[in-house]
C-alpha cells in the first residue's frame, strides 16, 4: 500500500504540523480555527467612533503603542477571517455544482479565485487552508488543470514556484507537497509528467526573469523545496517501480530547475548592468534552442525587459522570433496554404529569424506530449505575436516593417474570411504609410558604436568588442559617461580607463591592473552593389551587420594629423554576428577587416564626400545647407580646398605626365566637383535675396579660381595606346560648365 509519506501528502497536511488526519480540508480549516481563534486578540464588540478599527482603550483615553499594536493585530485576523469565509463558500459552491452536469465553468472560475489568493498576500493560517482546497480540488477534477485548452496548470505551478522559495518553512513544506502531488497526479493519468514538468520549468525561467529591485525570491529556500520534492519521489515506493521510473522524471525535472536556478545568482549581479543582463537572458533563451515552450519563455521574458527599458524595436523583434518559432512547429505538423511556411517567410523582415528554424525532425517533435502544447502553438498564437511586433514596431518608427508584418496576418485572416479584422489591419497599414510619406527626408534613425573591453577585471568581456546600438542623435561623450559611471561604480573610479581615440589598442601597454574601455563612434557600412537596393533612409538603417570606423595617421606615428602628402587613413570594417535591430541591443563583433588608404586615396575620398554632400544639399532645397556646402567646397577659405589638393598630389600632371591610376581616379574627382560646383551655384541663385548677392559673387569667383587653376587638368595629353580609347571616352562625357 501507499507509504507514509503519500499519506500525509494526500491528506494535504502539513510536513511540520501533521497534527490534522482528516482528509476532507473543510473539516480541518473548521477545527484549526477554534485553535487559531483562542491564540488571538478577541476582537472588541463595539467600534469607537473616531478611536480607529476595535481600538481597545478606555472611552477617551489617549491611544498608544499598545493600541496601534491592537488595531493590527485585529486587522490580521479580520483578513484572515474574510479569506476563510470565502474558502467556506467556495467548499459549498463546489460541493453544489458537483453534482450539475455541466460544472466545468464553474468549478473553473473556483479554481480561477484560489489561483488569485494563491498569488496575493495573505497569512500562514489563510494558506494553509488554501492549499488544502487546492489539492482538493486538484484531485478530485485534474482536467481543470490538464486540459490543454486551459492555462490553469501554468498559473498553478507558478505560485506554488513563488511559495516554494517562502522563508517560512512550513509554507514551504504545504507548497512542495501541493507541488509533488501535482506531478504525481499528472504521471498517474499517462504514465508521464510531461506537462506539469514543462510548465514548472516555463514557471521557473519566468520567476527569474521577473527578478528586479522591485521582485526577489530566495533560491536557497527554493532548492530546500526542490530537495523535498526530490525525497517524496524517492520515497514514493507506488510509482518507483513503474515503466519510465518516475523519481528518475522527478530527477531529471529537479536537475533543470538547479540549472536554472545557478542563473539567478548571475541575473542578480547584473541587474544594474542592462546590456550585460539581456546578454545573460539571451543566453539562457539560447540554451532552449531545442526546447521551443521554454525558448518561447525566455523570448518574451526579453521583450518585456526591453519595454521597460523603451526599447520597443528590439522588444517587436522579440514577438518576430516568437511568430517563427510557433510558426516553424505549426509548419511541421500541418502545412497550410494560407500559414507562413515557418522561419523562413520571417527572412525577409529580418535574417535572424532564420534562427528560429528545427534544423532536423530529431531536436523535438511537436506531437510529443507536453510540447507545444500551449495557448501561443496556435493559429490565433501566431496573430497574437505578430500582431504585437506591428505595434511595437509602430510606436518604435519602423512603419516599414508593419506592412512586412501584416502581409503574413493578412492571410491568415482572408482565410478565415474576418473582414472586420482585415479592415481594422487596413487602416493602421494606411496611418503607417501616411507616416512614411509625411517624415520623408525627416527621420532620424539609432546611432551605433563600438565599444571594446581590455582587462581581466571583465573577466569574460576582456578582449571582446561589440556595437552598441544606441537611442537616436546620442552623442559619443553621453554613451562614455554612462559606461564611466556603471563600471567605475562596480570597479572604482580610479581603476577605469577610458580610451579616447579609435587606435589599435596595444594590450601590452595597459595597466593589467586596470580596466580599460574604448569606445568609438561607427556608421552602417554597404558595398556599392548593396546601395543599389537600398534607397531609403530606413534601408540604409535596418538589417545592417557591416560597421566602419576612420582612423588618420601619419607614418611618423608623432600626430594623427599632418599635411596633405602625409596624411594616411586607416578604414576598419566590423562585420556583427547578427543583424541590427536584433533581440539585443549589442551584438559581437564577429570579424574585422582593416584597410590603409594612402595619402592620394584619402584626397580621393574627401573630393567624392564633398560631391555627395552638395548633391544632397541640392536636393534638400534648403539654401542654408546648400551655401554652407559650397563655402566648404570652392571658398577662399578652405587651407585643403581642391587647388592646394591639385597642387599637392596632382603637380607633375600640369607638365605633361601621364597620370596613374590613382591620379586619373582624382582627376575625374575634380571633374564632378566642379560640375556639382556649378549646379549648386545655380540652384543658389534662385534663392538668394538682394542682401545675399555679395556672398554669391565670392561662391562664384571662388568657383571661376577653381576652375582656371584645376582647367589644364581635365584635357590631359593623350597617353599609350592602351589607355587611350578609356582618356577619350572619359573626356567625351565632361559636364558642360568645363
Known sequence: GPNNAKEMLSRGSSRKGGGHSSPNPEARRWNNRHSFASNRLVPPDTLHTGGGLGRGGPPGGAGGWGDLEEDILIEANLCTEVSVVVLDTLAIVEQVVSQCDQSGSLLASVLRVILHALNTQQSTQTLFH??????SLVSKYPNLLFDETTEHCAALCKSLLKHCSSSISSIRSQSSASLYLLMRQNFEIGNNFARVKMQVTMSLS????????NFNFNEEHLRKSLKTILTYAEKDNELSDSFNSFPDQVRDMVFNLHMILSDTVKMKEYLDDPEMHMDLMYRIAKGYQTSPDLRLTWLENMANKHIEQNNLVEAGMCAIHSGALVSEYLHMLEDRKYMPKGAVTFSHLTPNAINESAVSDDIVSP???????GKNFTENGLVDFLEQAAEYFDRGGMFEAVNEVYKSVIKIHEANRDFKKLAEIHKKLYKAFERIESLQGKRVFSTYFRVGFYGSRFGDLDGEEFIYKEPMLTKLPEIAQRLANFY???YGADNLVIIKDSKQVDLS???SDKAHIQITYVEPYFDNYELRDRLTEYEKNHNICRFIFSTPFTKGGSSAHGELQDQYKRKTILTTANHFPYIKTRILVSDRKVIELKPIEVAIEDIQLKVAKLDAAIKSNDPKILQLELQGCIGTTVNQGPIEVARVFLRELFDG????????KLRLCFKDLLKKSNDALKRNRQ???KDQEALQTELENSYHRCMDYLKPLLHPPPGPANMQPRIQKEASITSPVV
Not at 488554501?130 to 489539492?135: G, P
Not at 605626365?657 to 590613382?662: A, F, G, R, S
Open 206 to 213: 519566468s520567476l527569474v526573469a521577473e527578478i528586479s529591485s
Open 367 to 373: 506531437d510529443e506530449e507536453g510540447i507545444c502544447t
Open 687 to 689: 534663392f538668394i535675396k
Open 130 to 135: 488554501l492549499f488544502a482546497m487546492q489539492r
Open 488 to 490: 567605475g561604480g562596480k
Open 509 to 511: 601597454k595597459l595597466d
Open 657 to 664: 605626365k601621364i597620370p596613374t591610376k590613382h591620379e586619373n
